[in-house]
Structures are given as structure tokens and as C-alpha cells.
């Protein structure tokens, strides 16, 4: 069985990761596991496992036939079975598939806000869909979606998985030890950064000594800067920080303090699952599959989404008491061992890989 992970960039985003993290853990379980990023290299580049076979195919646009016909003929060469397509890479896989027929798709789908797409995405999605063999989907919503909108009926929900790995501390990180909040999330919208702003403003003006550490890429784009902005406009630039894209991830968790994610929409957020293999006592919005990770009251604090005050108010029950955030770190730490292990949904993948190879 040979397989190639199939991803846009490999900058430091959730879909990326998990791209990353099957290609590594496939390499050791089937005959040869490869990845190609088509538009774009990034710093997860160095995280891939020396035995994975590597291509860069430095697409430049949508329709780029010289980047195609070079994919299809890697593809051919290396005698591969199965793309599994994460996210947009899904059409460029379709592109090969139309050269290549012998090739099987399954497409992993990441975004959690999916049904929301545009028209013209949605109609390219279905379109492309009637190629695919199977659909792996990062929540259950999602995976109804696709049942009912795509051409395809075989979809499952997989969750994700992360892999605790030994880092050194690069990142030069502000503020106090034992006083770190940490947010790992690109600089998107549906991250809701503004949300997590206003719920530690209040949580500043008290406890001047607690900070806010922003980990994720930063687009440079409206939104950024409106976060840029807050920060500006409230005074928070000596207790909020911001680090872009960082290659130790792993290692900075470990020297934070309690592990929030604010969002608006969600799949399955691999940060909540970093989270917890780095045992930080973890505030979750109700979105997406986080409630699967974050039992409220259990495994960490579950609030609404867009609301500040409830974000607030569970910040305030973590630094009121110590003996929680222990308590919760620990119980996170064993659910993600128990349900979100790299063994057991690497057993499912192989599992549908099986139907579409030869024996």
C-alpha cells in the first residue's frame, strides 16, 4: 500500500498538521507513505519523518497543467494507490484523477464551517466529489453535510490525533511563569481573537501579573490588524503578545499555563488536543466536536461561543484555583491517552485504505 498526503502549504495550521502526523505515523505501517504541499512550503517542512517521500509541486495558480501533469507522473512513478486530500487539495487531486484514473481520492475534510462555503465553492466541491472514494470528515456535522450535499455516501467522522514530541523552547516567551493563558490558532476569523481580547481585558485590569500569549500565523490582512487594534486601543501591550508561526509549539505549551480557544466555528480542533497531551487546564468554546474533548466540568471548562463574559468568568475560575487546573490538566491529559490516540485513528485510516487497494 503506498499513499500520499495531499496539502496546499505546510504552514503551521491545524489541516497541516494532521497531513504531517499521518504521513509520520504511515511510514512505519505500510509500504511507502508520501507528502506533497502544492503551493507553498512552511515550517512544519522540518517535522516530517525522513522516511516519507517528499514533493514540492510549487503550483502557481488554480489551473496550472505544468504542476498537474509533474503530480500525475510522481504519482505513476511511485506506483501510489490513494491521495488523501486534506481541505482545497482536493482539487488538484480531482485535476490528476481526470490523467490518472487508476488513482483512488479520499478527501479529509478540516473546515469547520464548511456549509457556509460560497455558492461557486460548494458547486466546485460536489462537482469534484463524484471522483472521491471516500470522505473523512472533522466532525459529525460536517460529515451529515457531506452525506447530504456531495455526490458520495461513504463519509465518517475521524477525529483527529497529535503526538507529544520533545521540543526545545526557541520562542523568546513575555510575561511570568505560572501566569501564561496560551491561544493556538492562526490569525482567522472564525478563531474569534476579539472574543478572547475582551474576556481578558477584564481579567487584566484585576490581575496585572496574568498575560495572553497569541500563537498562529499571522496573515496580514483586516483582521489582523483589528486585533492589532484591540490591543492598541485598550492598552493590553504589556500583558498581550503576539508570536506568529512557531515551529515549538510543543515546548512553548509546556511553559504555559492554561490552554483557551475561542472560536466561532471548529472541526476538531487539534490545538485542544495539544492541550492536553501538554496537561494545560483548557477553556473551549461549544463548537464544532470540542465538546467530544472538553467535558465540561471534567476534562476542562466549555463555554458559548461570542461570549466574553462566560470566557471570563471560567479564566477567573482557573486562576482562583490552582488545584482545578491541576485537576483538569491531568484529566485531559488521560482522555486525549484514551480517545484521541495516533494508534487508534491510524487503525481506522488503514482500515478504509484497505477497501481501495488490491491484495
Known amino acids: 500500500m503506498k499513499v500520499l498526503q495531499l496539502i496546499d502549504s505546510l504552514e503551521a495550521g491545524g489541516a497541516e498538521r494532521v497531513s504531517v502526523n499521518i504521513a509520520n505515523a504511515l511510514s512505519a505501517e505500510i509500504s511507502k507513505s508520501y507528502l506533497c504541499s502544492t503551493r507553498q512550503e512552511g515550517i512544519l517542512k522540518v517535522s516530517l519523518d525522513p522516511k516519507v517521500g517528499y514533493l514540492f509541486l510549487n503550483k502557481k495558480r488554480t489551473f496550472d497543467l505544468k504542476a498537474i501533469i509533474k503530480l500525475k ?40 464551517n464548511r456549509p457556509n462555503s460560497n455558492k461557486f465553492q460548494i458547486k466546485t466541491l460536489k462537482f469534484c466529489s463524484c471522483f472521491f472514494s471516500y470522505v473523512f470528515s472533522v466532525n459529525e456535522l460536517l460529515a451529515s453535510w457531506a452525506r447530504k450535499e456531495l455526490l458520495i455516501k461513504s463519509v465518517t467522522y475521524l477525529p483527529n490525533f497529535s503526538i507529544a514530541e520533545e521540543e526545545k523552547l526557541i520562542t523568546k516567551l513575555r510575561g511570568f511563569k505560572g501566569r501564561r493563558i496560551v491561544c493556538l490558532a492562526n490569525l482567522r476569523e472564525e478563531k474569534d481573537h476579539i472574543n478572547l481580547l475582551t474576556a481578558f481585558k477584564s481579567v487584566y485590569d484585576k490581575n496585572k501579573d496574568w498575560t495572553l500569549h497569541l500563537i498562529g500565523k499571522d496573515f496580514e490582512d483586516g483582521y489582523s490588524q483589528s486585533i492589532k487594534q484591540y490591543i492598541k486601543d485598550f492598552k493590553l501591550s504589556d500583558g498581550v503578545f503576539l508570536y506568529g508561526s512557531c515551529s515549538n509549539t510543543s515546548a512553548i505549551l509546556k511553559h504555559c499555563d492554561i490552554g483557551v480557544l475561542s472560536s466561532k466555528s471548529e472541526g476538531l480542533p487539534l490545538a485542544l488536543i495539544e492541550y492536553g497531551l501538554a496537561g494545560l487546564p483548557t477553556i473551549a468554546t461549544n463548537v464544532g466536536q470540542c465538546k467530544e474533548v472538553i467535558i465540561d466540568k471534567q476534562t476542562g471548562l466549555l463555554v458559548p461561543s461570542s461570549d466574553p463574559e462566560s470566557l471570563r468568568r471560567a479564566l477567573d475560575y482557573y486562576i482562583d484555583n490552582p488545584l482545578k487546573q491541576e485537576l483538569f490538566g491531568s484529566a485531559l491529559r488521560q482522555h486525549i491517552d484514551n480517545n484521541f490516540s495516533k494508534k487508534a485513528v491510524i487503525s481506522t485510516i488503514k482500515g478504509i485504505y484497505s477497501n481501495f487497494v488490491p491484495h
Open 73 to 112: 507522473s510522481f504519482i505513476k512513478q511511485e506506483q501510489i494507490d490513494i491521495i488523501h486530500a486534506h481541505s482545497s487539495s482536493f482539487f488538484t487531486a480531482t485535476l490528476v484523477k481526470l490523467l490518472y484514473l487508476k488513482v483512488k481520492i479520499i478527501w479529509h475534510d478540516h473546515y469547520g
